[in-house]
């Protein structure tokens, strides 16, 4: 009964700003480990940012720099922070998340998907 669900997508200029959410609903007793992936048409998705359990950060070599993911397990939450989009960054972005139901199941799960778009 776990859900990722996304919000945070739109529409931007070259240059902007723009925040996505990733707020897991259900029975959730922690997340874990957690990144953010991209797909843009006719291409593979491809991860862009993660963040392990005890909280490293690693991120694709395009977008270093000018993203940043972070979670709040008070709120269940996982965000991707975005400043200096470009064009290149428009794309349909996917949360994906470790989750613990309870101390000792832990299951993988994706959200629906936002779409991004940067214009020129």
């Known amino acids: 009964q776990v859900q990722l669900v996304e919000s945070g997508g739109g529409l931007v200029q070259a240059g902007g700003s723009l925040t996505l959410s990733c707020a897991a609903s259900?029975?959730?007793?922690?997340?874990?480990?957690a990144g953010w992936y991209r797909q843009a048409p006719g291409k593979q998705r491809e991860l862009v940012a993660a963040?392990?359990?005890?909280?490293?950060?690693n991120y694709v070599d395009s977008v270093k720099g000018r993203f940043t993911i972070s979670r709040d397990n008070a709120k269940n939450t996982v965000y991707l922070q975005m400043v200096s989009l470009k064009p290149e960054d428009t794309a349909v972005y996917y949360c994906?998340?470790?989750?613990?139901?309870?101390?000792?199941?832990?299951?993988?799960?994706w959200g629906q998907g936002t779409q991004v778009t940067v214009s020129s």
């Open positions: 963040i392990s359990t005890g909280g490293s950060r």
């Open positions: 994906n998340a470790d989750i613990r139901r309870t101390p000792g199941l832990m299951a993988n799960y």
């Open positions: 259900g029975s959730v007793f922690s997340i874990n480990a």
